[in-house]
């Protein structure tokens, strides 16, 4: 293992990444402490073109980084649907002015430049998600896979998958 320069943002923390088609790396990284004045209610994004060694062209999203009552932000999802050539992305997380509801889901047919189709996966209730994609030949070819906590009878004590293809 060998670590990455530091991302370019203090305070960051429960980032996910990804790699696109060309190479690059995309970092996604909550924030909840920060005193450059950028936006701590969106989520921070970065790029490495070697690797994932160093982190450049930092970037205050419009993807939130939890409810906006808090300033403590929230673990969120990230994964590149596998189409050759093609950089989707979903990322998963709540959209929510007050408490942890609202699973949302949005897509980036960018390679993470723009986000614009999201859905609703489940109001009540909603915290820490990861995300996860079938791979091509196999029964889940096609599925995307949404894990999150929080469970139907408004507690954090269980974990519910959404299953889920881009056509919903």
Known sequence: ???????????????AVAELSDGRILFI???HLGTDGLDTFKKHFAWSHDGGETWRD???SKLPDGPTDNRYGLMHGLVR?????RDLLVFS??????????GTV?????GGQTWPVKRLVYG????YSSLGAGRPGTPGE?????LFEGGPDGTYTAMQVARFNLAW
């Not at 949005?106 to 960018?110: G, Q």
């Not at 009540?124 to 915290?127: N, T, V």
């Open 106 to 110: 949005w897509v980036s047919f960018d």
């Open 29 to 31: 990284a909550r924030r």
């Open 142 to 146: 096609g599925q995307i896979y949404l």
């Open 124 to 127: 009540p209730h909603g915290a």
């Open 81 to 85: 649907l596998p189409v050759q050539g």
């Open 1 to 15: 293992w060998d670590t990455s320069a530091p991302f370019p943002a203090f305070g960051t923390n429960e980032a």
């Open 58 to 60: 930092l970037s205050v």
């Open 93 to 102: 997380n709540v959209e929510s002015d007050s408490g942890r509801r609202q």
